[in-house]
Structure formats: structure tokens, C-alpha cells
């Protein structure tokens, strides 16, 4: 049995890992990126305490997984939740659909921030609500295991033999009407009734956590990086991801700019588009504050330019004009936009100005939009926000 060690900090060492990951972000000696690495790495470290405790595979529950709280990752619109599964064992999930642009379930092998290895992420199955069948309610059971039970004739959803993991994606488009779903995921198999952890379980637990926010941010840092490396600042490029969200193509960008200047965003859109939208992130792949900033858009609550272009400005002051992107203070970080399920993906440009010369760069008849018109359209923003289902 192991030995408890007196003091709890003895088991939280790799906690230093997350911050030795200050050497991979873009300014590894500024103290402001320090700071924010440190509050990345609690973040992740008060995340990790649900991947590790709240529930098993035996005994699965939904638990929160990104949102306006847990933000290394997440497109604003959507709501994610997680439960532990085992690719040996039977899931029911059922519930209520609600109105949601999308409900999806992706069901794979490891999590991000489990494993020290990424590449052993895989195995991934993806649903979503376009593929199995519910009532005029909005009531809906789906049946998740290794093989379609013979006779089964309900919905069935595949996951690996190697699955450890499900999670959700509750995808809204109109913040402020849509409805998220309800919903519990049940073990069909027989199983002993849920055990308190050991003493030995819970100090290994408690060591795991410490060393889950070392790797998250390993992992993000990776992405963000490989799109700088590539292109460099301000240019968009193209990414189709395997497995899960096959259907989504995603276009990202590293932003950089100087105060007192602008950066414009310009696309062409798909004549098919069920679903888009463009989110900003900060240098270490965190959303940027999305409740109470205006840095996100999607297509119900973009507004197009007369030509049927998207236009959106990014900028640390507000613009006067549609489709603000609020960076939150910051200068540089990262643009993820999304097309899903769309007829064709066209590639955004970005064009850096003058921010006092902003309008001549935008079609003339622009609209303006003024300072009450904006207060109002975050205070919707927060109102919708804080209605949504979030942990």
C-alpha cells in the first residue's frame, strides 16, 4: 500500500509541466503570458477533477467538459458534456432533444489532457441528431455499444471496442430561443454498485490531475503553432480533421495587429450552409471571454453586406460597424472558423488597416451602428448566455 505523504503539494508537482509550456507560446519572457499560462494551467487543473472523479465507466454521468468556464478548446455555440465509457459495455442515452441547431455525440479513444500521447486519440464514431430518429416531442433513446444487438430496431450507434469516452456537443444557433437538451446516459450492463475509491486510487487520481493540464496544453499549443508556422499572421488556412466533426471544415488564422488598428475579415459564403461560424481565441487557444465580450459570430447572428458577402472587423475598440469581433484586450491569438456540412468551403481573407480608416475599406453603405445599439446587442448576448445549460 502506498505511503501517504504528509503534505497534499507533494502530489501536484507536474502542475510545472503546464507552465514549462510557457517556452512553446509566442512571447515565453513576458510576464503577462506567464501570468496567463498560470491561470490556464488552474483552469485545466480544476477541469481535471471531474475527468477523474465524477464518474466511471460502470457508472457513467454527464459531466461538463468545455464551456464559458473550461475554455481551452470550445466553439461558443456549443455546449460540451463527457461521461467514461468502455467499448466492452451497453449505453442508453435518452432525453429531449430540445431545439438546438445540432446535437452530436462523438464517442473515441482517450481525451485530450489523459494521456501523454496524443496519437493515441482515435477510434472515434460520431452521431448526430440528422441520423437517428425522434418522436414530435422531442424524445429520443439511443442504444451505444461495439455491435447492433440482432433484432434491435431502434436507434443504434456504434462505438469502438476501444472507446473510453463519449461526449456531446449541444450546437445553438440562436442563443436566445433555442433550448438545450436533457439528458442521461445508463450502463445496461450488470454492474457492482459505484465504490468509494480507494486510498491508493485516490492519491494515483489526485496525480493524474496534476499532470492533465500539462498535457491539454501541450496538445492546443500544437495546433495553434502548426497554423503560425505555416502561413504565418493573418492568413486563413484550410483544415478538414479526421474523425470526429468529418463533416466540418475549419479555417483558422493567427491574428496580430497594433492599437489604433483593424483587421478586416471578408468571405464569400457557401450557397448550402446549415451551419457556420467564426470565434476568436487568445494566444494559448483559449475561447476569448464570449458571454460578456462580442467575440464570436455564427450565421444566424451575423449580418451579411449588401453584396451577400461576410464582413466582420476585429478590433480593441468598438468599430461602429456590424460583426464586431471583440478581441478582449488582446493583439495577437488565433481565429477559428467552421463550415459544416456546406456545399463548398471558401477561404476568408484577413486586410489589416488603419483603424480611422476603417470605412474605406468597407462597402459604402456600411450601416453604422451605435454605442446604445451595441449595449443592447451584449446585453442580449450575456441574457442568452447565462440561460444556457453550462455544467
Not at 61 to 90: C, E, H, K, M
Not at 180 to 205: G, M, N, W
Not at 287 to 311: Q, W
Amino acid at each position: 500500500m502506498t505511503e501517504i505523504r504528509p503534505h497534499i503539494l507533494d502530489y501536484l508537482g507536474d502542475l510545472e509541466g503546464a507552465v514549462a509550456e510557457l517556452g512553446n507560446t509566442w512571447r515565453p519572457d513576458d510576464p503577462t503570458y506567464r501570468a496567463d499560462v498560470y491561470r490556464q494551467t488552474m483552469a485545466s487543473f480544476s477541469y481535471s477533477y471531474f475527468a477523474y472523479f465524477h464518474a466511471d465507466a460502470e457508472h457513467p454521468d454527464w459531466a461538463p467538459l468545455w464551456n464559458p468556464v473550461f475554455t481551452l478548446q470550445p466553439n461558443p455555440d456549443d455546449i460540451y458534456t463527457y461521461s467514461p465509457i468502455r467499448g466492452d459495455l451497453r449505453y442508453r442515452v435518452s432525453g429531449n432533444r430540445g431545439t438546438v441547431k445540432i446535437l452530436s455525440f462523438t464517442s473515441q479513444r482517450h481525451m485530450s489532457g489523459m494521456i501523454d500521447d496524443i496519437s493515441m486519440i482515435g477510434a472515434h464514431n460520431e452521431i448526430d441528431d440528422s441520423e437517428f430518429e425522434v418522436d414530435a416531442s422531442g424524445e429520443f433513446e439511443i442504444l451505444f455499444s461495439a455491435e447492433r444487438p440482432q433484432g434491435h430496431a431502434g436507434n443504434w450507434a456504434k462505438i469502438d471496442p476501444q472507446a473510453t469516452a463519449i461526449f456531446t456537443r449541444f450546437r445553438s444557433y440562436d442563443w436566445e430561443n433555442e433550448v438545450d437538451p436533457v439528458l442521461s446516459i445508463e450502463c445496461l450492463d450488470p454492474v457492482q454498485p459505484k465504490p468509494r475509491p480507494t486510498r491508493d486510487q485516490i492519491l494515483a487520481r489526485i496525480q493524474e490531475m496534476a499532470k492533465f493540464p500539462a498535457r491539454k496544453t501541450r496538445s492546443y499549443y500544437r495546433l495553434q503553432n502548426g497554423v503560425k508556422e505555416r502561413v504565418g499572421f493573418n492568413v486563413f488556412e484550410p483544415i478538414q480533421m479526421k474523425g470526429a466533426l468529418a463533416k466540418q471544415v475549419y479555417w483558422p488564422a493567427c491574428f496580430r495587429f497594433d492599437p489604433g488598428e483593424a483587421l478586416i475579415i471578408e468571405t464569400e459564403l457557401p450557397e448550402h450552409r446549415p451551419y457556420w461560424n467564426i470565434q476568436l481565441n487568445d494566444p494559448y487557444f483559449n475561447a476569448l471571454e464570449y458571454v460578456y465580450r462580442l467575440s464570436s459570430l455564427n450565421g444566424h447572428s451575423a449580418k451579411l453586406s449588401s453584396d451577400g458577402k461576410f464582413r466582420a472587423v476585429i478590433a480593441l475598440e468598438d468599430p461602429g460597424v456590424p460583426n464586431w469581433l471583440d478581441p478582449a484586450g488582446y493583439t495577437e491569438g488565433g481565429i477559428y472558423g467552421r463550415w459544416f456540412n456546406c456545399s463548398s468551403a471558401p477561404l476568408p481573407v484577413l486586410k489589416r488597416v488603419k483603424l480611422a480608416e476603417l470605412r474605406e475599406h468597407l462597402p459604402p453603405d456600411t450601416p453604422v451602428v451605435t454605442p446604445e445599439e451595441r449595449a443592447e446587442e451584449l446585453r442580449r448576448r450575456v441574457r442568452a448566455c447565462q440561460r444556457r445549460r453550462r455544467w
